[in-house]
């Protein structure tokens, strides 16, 4: 009897102490999802101190001067989805792949044409303030212009994290709607980090598996 109601004891523990550890854990990524990363200064400024993560996406935007003016502008405010270098591997290899099957020479992001690398750069670009919290509101997302007027779409996203249906960490799904109102012509990138205030705006950090201009440069570029 007395080892019965011992067992019953270290049962009754163990589930408040496994009910404390859920609570610890919810909480957690509650206060994780409403922090926000703060920069004291523009996006170009910290694209340009994190050592040469960003160094693909600082040779494009030395060729998109006005895009590039409006991240180091501290009086503008803007909304950017900036792409590690991985993102422009990714695309270049893809393209490369191609076109060697077509017994073309390879081409280089310093190959590509200008009006193309213009309107690709653009893309990630959005006027005014753009995050988690103006997205949650949004269930099917939000069609937001780019700063050429392109049309693309931004959903809140919350991952799932140690068996919590929806208690990982904020996303954003940011969606190329390919000039089409039907989904499945769409190509959407998720982000590995979201939030980040600078002086001059929003920045959003793609995931490395995404693909500079949502494979646009195989397209465009092997025709």
């Known amino acids: 009897m ?58 494009v935007l030395e060729r998109v001067p006005d895009l590039r003016a409006r991240l180091k502008n501290p009086k503008d405010t803007i909304t950017f989805f900036a792409m590690t270098n991985n993102s422009f591997t990714n695309a270049i290899d893809a393209m490369n ?8 020479p390879h081409l280089f992001l310093e190959d590509i044409p200008q009006p193309l690398i213009d309107t690709l750069t ?22 937001i212009r780019s700063v050429d007027d392109y049309r693309m779409t931004m959903k809140y996203k919350v991952s799932s994290a140690s068996g919590i249906i929806e208690g990982g960490q904020q996303q ?16 959407e990138s998720n982000t590995s980090v979201v939030n980040i205030r600078t002086t001059n705006g929003r920045l959003h950090i793609l995931s490395p598996s995404h693909n500079f201009g949502f494979s646009k440069l195989a397209k465009f570029l092997n025709r």
């Open 2 to 59: 007395m080892k019965r109601i011992c067992y019953v004891g270290i049962s009754v523990l163990l589930l408040l102490m496994g009910l404390a550890s859920c609570k610890k854990g919810n909480t957690y990524y509650e206060d994780y999802q409403i922090k926000y990363t703060e920069y004291n200064g523009t996006m170009l400024e910290f694209l340009e101190e994190q050592g040469s993560v960003y160094d693909s996406l600082l040779l």
């Open 122 to 143: 653009y893309h990630y670009a959005f006027n005014g303030i753009h995050d988690t919290e103006s997205l949650k509101d949004f269930v099917e997302g939000k069609e």
């Open 97 to 104: 792949a191609i076109r060697a099957a077509g017994n073309r």
């Open 172 to 187: 954003i799904v940011l969606s190329d709607m390919n000039n089409s109102i039907f989904q499945r012509y769409w190509q």
